[in-house]
């Protein structure tokens, strides 16, 4: 869970704010205009009203009009307090449908204006069985996509090793060439990663993300960053380099009790990914210190790519235009990112200019529109 990011750049503002008003189950161009079997959520910045609290199981769509001052997001939680499905960014006046597979049981609904993590909760309750034994395509998606998880926090823990053992030697040039790297694992995984509320801020967190009252327990990869970009130091920074190690370690520990959801987690983990280079990476707002940030969007990218292309087979079966769209602005965001590699990686973000960031933002938001219909296709 990330909090609001304020997209500052005149021009890329306005297009990735379409992307998220776009992203969620299915698509927000048609968001408020009386899909007649979806629940309404009627989001204030003090109140969540929920239209229905009993509920069939199986896939169920919530179409959330956020009516408040700040921008807000929907969470839906098991009775454990664990979240089962997010969708963050619900700017305001904007209308989003977000899909969720619910099995039998109690739920508790939050919207949580200024996306805190808090704010008001309707408990909803589901009765009845999901039509169908299910897709066991979308079951080997599932298990296939699990183990891609694994595999990418396998490779996030071994890269982050190097990075920290460059940084416990006090070897900031090593440690900056292996900072990047260390990150793209993470990336591609990360809303599986955000389920895991304890370890993602201790990861993950941003300065800009904290208040004032928060920074004495900031730990992590952006911490480690302005170190060495900013202080040109990582003296003292040591135990911070081990901390991420055992968090990390902490994270893989928990992986096989991980239940993935074809509609909850990964359909709607591929639009958080969008959102994710929408309000960090085009916006120069996520490595605001080493300027990585072109990294990270390709490692979202990659991410989101994997969960359609194993999803992909039903897709073209159920929807072959949606399937033949969702080719076409892959390829494209993948042409136009390739236009800015250098070496291993990419060039320093701070070096792509306003109308550069514009046109890939364009991409972004092109690409989000059809995969925000990723979720609905396939819960049919």
Known sequence: MRPASVLALTGVATVSLSLLSACG????????KGNGDAVAITATDSTCEVAKKDLKAGKTTFQITNKGSKV????????????????ENIGPGTTVDFVVNLQAGTYKLL????????GPTQDVTVTGAAAGAGDPRLTKAAEDYKAYVVANVDDTIAKTRRFAAAVKAGDVAKAKSLYAPSRVGWETIEPVAEKFGDLDPKMDAREA?????EKKDWSGWHLLEKALWVDGSVKGKEKYADQLIKDLEDLKSRLPGLAIDPVNDMAAGANELL?????GKVTGEEEAFSHTDLVDFKANVDGAKKIYDLLKPVVQEKDAQLAQDLDKQFANVEELLGKYAEGDGYVSYDKVGKADRKKLADAVNALGEPLSKLAGVIGK
């Open 111 to 118: 919207c949580s204006p200024g996306q805190t993590g808090k």
């Open 209 to 213: 993300d904290l208040k004032p009252e």
């Open 25 to 32: 189950g299915d698509d927000g161009k048609d968001a408020g």
């Open 72 to 87: 807000n997001e929907f969470e839906v939680t098991k009775p454990d307090g664990k979240v089962l499905s997010e969708r």
């Open 275 to 279: 959102t994710e280079v929408a309000t």
